[in-house]
C-alpha cells in the first residue's frame, strides 16, 4: 500500500515538474502558438515597388478605386511632422473584410502591413506606420473577393525611415 502511495505521488510530482516547465518555456517566447509560425510573405516585404508588393501578395487582380473605404493618416490627416510615428485610421462599412493592406509609395520597402482578418475583427483599425518622405499611403481591402483601394498623399517634415 506503501508503494502504491508513493508511485503516484512520484506521478503527481513528475507532472508538475512538466507542466511547470512547459509554462515556463511557453511563457519565455521558445514555444510559439501554431498561428505565430503562419507563412510570412517575404516576397511581399522585401519588395521595393508597390506593385511588386501587391504582385506578391495578391497575384493579378483588378483593384478598384472606391470611396467605401474611409482613410485617415496622420494628424491633420494630410500631414507628419515625425514620419517615424504617423497615425493612420482606416475605416469602411464592408462585410466580410478578409484582408488589410498598407503600403507606403516611398518607403525603402513599400509594404507597411499586411493583416488577414477573421468575421470577429471590426473596423476602425488604427496603429502607427513609418514614412520615409512626402508620399502616397494606400490601403487595400479585401472583401468578399473583391478588392479596395484608397490613397492619401503624406507630407512628412522628419523621415521615418532609414
Given at each position: 500500500m506503501i508503494d502504491k502511495l508513493n508511485e503516484q505521488r512520484r506521478v503527481l510530482i513528475k507532472g508538475a515538474i512538466s507542466a511547470s516547465t512547459?509554462?515556463?518555456?511557453?511563457?519565455?517566447?521558445l514555444l510559439l502558438p501554431q498561428q505565430l509560425l503562419a507563412h510570412w510573405p517575404t516576397d511581399a516585404f522585401s519588395a521595393e515597388a508597390v506593385e511588386d508588393a501587391l504582385?506578391?501578395?495578391?497575384?493579378q487582380a483588378d483593384i478598384a478605386d472606391n470611396t467605401i473605404i474611409q482613410f485617415k493618416v496622420g494628424a491633420p490627416p494630410s500631414y507628419a511632422i515625425n514620419g517615424a510615428s504617423v497615425p493612420i485610421e482606416i475605416?469602411?462599412?464592408?462585410?466580410n473584410i478578409e484582408q488589410l493592406l498598407v503600403l507606403v509609395e516611398k518607403?525603402?520597402?513599400?509594404?507597411?502591413m499586411s493583416l488577414e482578418l477573421?468575421?470577429?475583427?471590426k473596423l476602425p483599425f488604427t496603429s502607427m506606420i513609418k514614412i520615409a518622405e512626402d508620399s502616397?499611403?494606400?490601403?487595400?481591402?479585401?472583401a468578399e473577393g473583391k478588392l479596395y483601394k484608397t490613397t492619401r498623399f503624406v507630407e512628412v517634415d522628419i523621415g521615418g525611415c532609414a
Open positions: 512547459l509554462a515556463l518555456v511557453a511563457t519565455s517566447g504582385l506578391a501578395l495578391l497575384g475605416q469602411s462599412d464592408l462585410e518607403n525603402p520597402f513599400p509594404l507597411v477573421t468575421p470577429e475583427v502616397q499611403v494606400i490601403a487595400v481591402i479585401r
